[in-house]
């Protein structure tokens, strides 16, 4: 049987409950012409959807469906200057809709699905459609393997730290306060709920608090924030309150896939913002090494199904399904930001039999995604997906790149390639992106996504722990794998050296290096992880363990020139003098003394025979001394 083909005969095509966005071209009035409008949104797809869950990758709310209402994101021209008068507008015009909130070009309200055509005249609206939904990542013994009781030894726990989780729900976080939890966390929630409230456990996810329990595990010093979303708008809210209460590092434990996967759009947006402000932020690199497939646009004979593989076949194979279990899928395509003018379904077939496609749910959605899931609801062994083209247009397109994502948990049994499988938004440059190894054993786990990005850029950047244990039972997925990296981000931070009379605060260009220098090789593929296994750096105080130690000031130094000073105990010779080195945290050497130097009271200056300084960075200031044990410090050099 061949898939229902939606041609130019849209009344067929009606009758066969296959298109759900007729009635826009029905509407009574004159309406913007230039807003594109999800036809997900249609009153007749709605009246069906209140009935079913979600599909894959929206954040469809059958509650509110049920009352007559859609939760919809707005799209605009521009940042929204004035949400004041944007929120007058939707009061005035629609009295029954509710104003969510805003970030950046989004806005975000619950529209009565009778008024939908009426949201259509916002002020510079651009797109009107269902918002993308988030996907968790998740599928504590990694404390040793970070070596972080060697911080705890030396008293840095994270204290003075703040941590922010930003995360899908924290479901029974009030029971785990002082125990797996610090006593005291800040927590905000912008997962709006279908009675116009919020709601912290995000409709009972736990998956946020088992982030929170491993980050307390490693820095259980560190101050925590706990805020969660259900929608990109709420995300862009809950970072923006995370930064506003001091949060230093974020961890972020999710993956979403709207956005062109090379570092920009929207969702990389949010981030990006976080890190131009500073923040350290921290993300699961996604759990679709095993479930995922790319490839190009390729239709030969133009019949609409894209050839999957090397022998130009049409279906790729999803292997046995027995009665009740489910299929996930998720299709991406490099049309970005917006892709009305192409739109592919994905379609499970059985045999030579069509079963459903992700059209019934997202008609001709403006964005390149689809989704789809189904329940078998018998037992098979035939069960295959195809990729269709649902527009009239069947001419070739060129640079099209194309990529599926199991969003099930099971491998692809044919055709899989973790190359590129990485999640957004670990694919932002600034972003330190974790996979996972299993702590027992130190190997790669096989789901962990790895890179590279569609820019081209290594990653994940580092590797750490998953398959740990929390209150929740073993808690794994690079989900788990993020927050260890975060936790020891925060013992960084707390160890960080002092210098002068202020404590130095490393940037995130610092704890790249850090981490960088001291994470362990590990024999991968080249492209499965770019520094290696996370272990943390030695303390300063490990660096430098003799009755010899000296401070540097200032430190952070502006213009090249320290001076030592002796630690408390220790009184050196009036003439002693010796050797010093600085080095890169990789262990190059950048600058010498080149003979002995006075080391008491003189200025020591940086600059080579040309005069000019090292870049600003972090640096190993090494002294060697005649009666001396050569001893260690970190230097920061500042622009």
Request: net charge negative; charged share 20%.
């Amino acid at each position: 049987m061949r898939a229902p083909h939606r041609g130019s005969n849209r009344i067929i095509a009606l009758l066969m409950g296959l298109i759900p966005g007729l009635w826009m071209v029905l509407l009574a009035g004159p309406l913007p012409a230039d807003v594109i409008l999800d036809p997900g949104l249609a009153k007749t797809h709605l009246a069906k959807a209140r009935h079913r869950n979600a599909p894959p990758g929206l954040a469809d709310d059958t509650a509110l469906l049920k009352q007559g209402m859609v939760r919809c994101r707005i799209q605009l021209a521009a940042p929204l200057a004035d949400p004041e008068s944007a929120q007058t507008w939707l009061s005035e015009r629609i009295p029954n809709a509710l104003w969510e909130g805003s970030w950046g070009r989004w806005a975000q309200v619950v529209c009565p699905i009778d008024d939908i055509e009426q949201l259509m005249g916002f002020p510079d609206a651009e797109i009107i459609a269902r918002p993308p939904s988030p996907f968790p990542q998740s599928q504590s013994q990694g404390v040793e393997i970070l070596k972080a009781p060697a911080y705890w030894n030396k008293g840095f726990n994270g204290e003075d730290v703040s941590v922010a989780v930003v995360d899908v729900g924290f479901y029974g976080y009030t029971y785990m306060l002082g125990t797996e939890l610090p006593k005291n966390v800040k927590v905000r929630s912008f997962y709006h709920t279908q009675g116009g409230g919020v709601d912290i456990s995000g409709d009972h996810q736990d998956h946020g608090l088992l982030v929170a329990e491993i980050i307390h595990d490693i820095a259980p010093g560190a101050e925590l924030l706990l805020t969660n979303f259900g929608t990109l708008t709420e995300l862009g809210q809950a970072v923006d309150w995370a930064i506003a209460e001091g949060a230093q590092i974020i961890n972020h434990s999710v993956g979403w896939f709207d956005g062109p996967r090379d570092g920009t759009g929207e969702i990389a947006s949010i981030a990006q913002a976080a890190l131009d402000q500073g923040v350290i932020w921290i993300n699961s690199a996604g759990n679709y090494g095993e479930g995922h497939w790319n490839g190009s646009y390729l239709d030969q004979n133009r019949n609409g199904f894209l050839e999957l593989d090397d022998i130009d076949s049409e279906t790729i194979a999803l292997g046995s399904y027995r009665t009740g279990r489910v299929v996930s899928l998720l299709l991406w395509w490099s049309r970005w930001p917006e892709s009305s003018d192409l739109h592919l379904d994905l379609q499970l077939w059985e045999g030579m039999d069509f079963i459903v496609s992700s059209y019934a749910e997202y008609g001709f959605y403006p964005y390149a995604i689809r989704g789809l899931a189904w329940v078998a609801d018998h037992d098979t062994d035939l069960l295959t997906l195809k990729i269709y083209r649902g527009d009239d247009e069947l001419e070739p397109v060129s640079d099209l790149h194309i990529e599926l994502f199991r969003l099930d948990g099971q491998p692809f049994p044919e055709g899989n390639d973790p190359a590129g499988s990485l999640i957004i938004p670990a694919d932002v440059p600034g972003v330190i992106a974790v996979g996972a190894v299993d702590w027992q054993t130190g190997a790669l786990e096989r789901y962990s996504s790895w890179g590279p990005t569609l820019s081209g850029l290594k990653k994940p950047e580092i590797l750490s722990s998953a398959n740990v244990a929390t209150s929740g039972g073993a808690f794994s997925g690079t989900s788990a794998s993020s927050p260890h990296v975060a936790g020891a981000a925060a013992l960084l931070q707390a160890a960080a050296p002092r210098g002068g009379m202020s404590r130095i605060i490393w940037t995130l260009d610092d704890i790249r290096r850090l981490f960088q220098r001291a994470a362990e090789p590990i024999v991968l593929n080249e492209n499965a992880v770019d520094w290696g296994v996370a272990v943390l750096p030695l303390t300063p105080e490990d660096l430098a363990e003799n009755e010899q130690s000296f401070e540097v000031h200032p430190n952070p130094s502006r213009d090249g020139s320290v001076t030592l000073k002796w630690m408390e105990g220790f009184q050196p010779p009036e003439e002693l003098k010796g050797a010093l080195a600085l080095y890169d945290v990789t262990g190059r050497l950048i600058w010498t003394s080149r003979g002995p130097v006075p080391l008491t009271g003189h200025p020591i200056s940086f600059r080579n025979s040309h005069g000019a300084l090292p870049a600003a960075g972090t640096y190993w200031l090494k002294l060697t001394a005649p009666g001396l044990r050569s001893a260690t410090r970190i230097v920061l050099l500042r622009d």
